[in-house]
């Protein structure tokens, strides 16, 4: 497959600027990966930007993941030392836990701002991940949970407009988007699956040949439950199955290949076929 390696945007440097400026800002950064594919939604730079910063992994989007790799996930980060949280940041799943994780995390500067003298330090955290990752979606879930808006708080600048979430947690509105990686074939196409990068990007039908081929190697029973169908043949030919099966056919009965892509991909997208892990830690 062809990889256009010149899509992405020529303001990386200025992203970067911007994600250190508020970094400034905060004691704590939440990094959201997706579920799905942690290792392609990971932000390669985001160590070096990091610096001393404490960070949370928050695994996002847990509801879409095979819930057995998941499993696996959760205890590679216990392993390492990442402290690391499941998450469905549609329904808030996971956020009593996250909010424990803060906490835990925090405990160390905490102790040492009582020693220091200060009291009721509250702690300050953004939230940085690649697009799509579910950024705004978490901001929106924690700012409903018993918040308000603190964009008058003495010492805060309006440009900066910081959540209130629960008693001691103030969470920067604006979240740092990263650019994914683009290293390798497989870990851009992890990210076309998911919609981390647009389809516009990667040829959108090449993509679902690819995800289909992927789905017939570790979820056969999944994508011939879901379109009805039996995997005989090469990945293309199960294309054509699907779209025979969904209608996806012109006049003369050729393939609509561009509609029976886009089934494939909102499917995969939607979950509809299954939770789907496309990657496994290292082990
Ligand atoms: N199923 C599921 N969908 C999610 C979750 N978090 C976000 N989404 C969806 O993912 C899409 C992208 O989310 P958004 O917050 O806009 O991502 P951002 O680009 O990182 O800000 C939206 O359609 C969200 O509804 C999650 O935990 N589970
Ligand atoms: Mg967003």
Do not use: C
């Not at 990752?133 to 010492?155: M, Q």
């Amino acid at each position: 497959m062809n990889l256009n390696i010149n899509w992405y945007p020529g303001h990386m440097k200025k992203t970067s600027d911007s994600i250190r400026e508020n970094l400034k800002k905060v004691d704590l950064a939440f990094e959201l990966v997706d579920a799905r594919a942690p290792r392609a939604t990971e932000n390669p730079l985001l160590k070096e930007l990091l610096g001393d910063k404490k960070r949370i992994l928050i695994f996002n989007k847990a509801d879409l993941a095979d819930p057995e790799t998941n499993k696996k996930w959760l205890a590679y980060y216990k392993e390492n030392n990442i402290p690391a949280v499941e998450l469905n940041s549609n329904t808030g799943k996971g956020i009593p836990e996250l909010m424990k994780e803060v906490h835990k995390t925090m405990e160390e500067k905490r102790a040492r701002d009582v020693d220091r003298g200060i009291i009721s330090k509250q702690v300050r955290a953004m939230i940085i991940g690649v697009p799509n990752v579910g950024k705004s979606t978490l901001i929106n879930s924690l700012a409903k949970k018993k918040s308000t808006k603190t964009g008058n708080t003495p010492g805060v600048t309006r440009t900066n407009q910081w959540i209130k979430v629960g008693e001691d947690l103030l969470l920067l509105d604006t979240p740092g988007v990263l650019w994914p990686k683009f290293e390798s074939e497989e870990l851009a196409l992890h990210l076309a699956y998911i919609g981390s990068i647009k389809d516009e990007v990667l040829p959108k039908e090449d993509v679902a040949l690819k995800l289909v081929e992927h789905l017939s190697d570790h979820y056969p029973d999944l994508l011939e439950k879901r379109f009805k169908i039996k995997i005989q043949g090469r990945p293309l030919e199960t294309m054509e199955e699907i779209a025979r099966k969904r209608g996806a056919i012109m006049r003369r009965s050729e393939i609509e290949y561009t509609r029976v892509t886009d089934i494939i991909l909102d499917e995969f997208r939607k979950a509809t076929i299954g939770r789907i892990s496309l990657e496994e830690p290292n082990v």
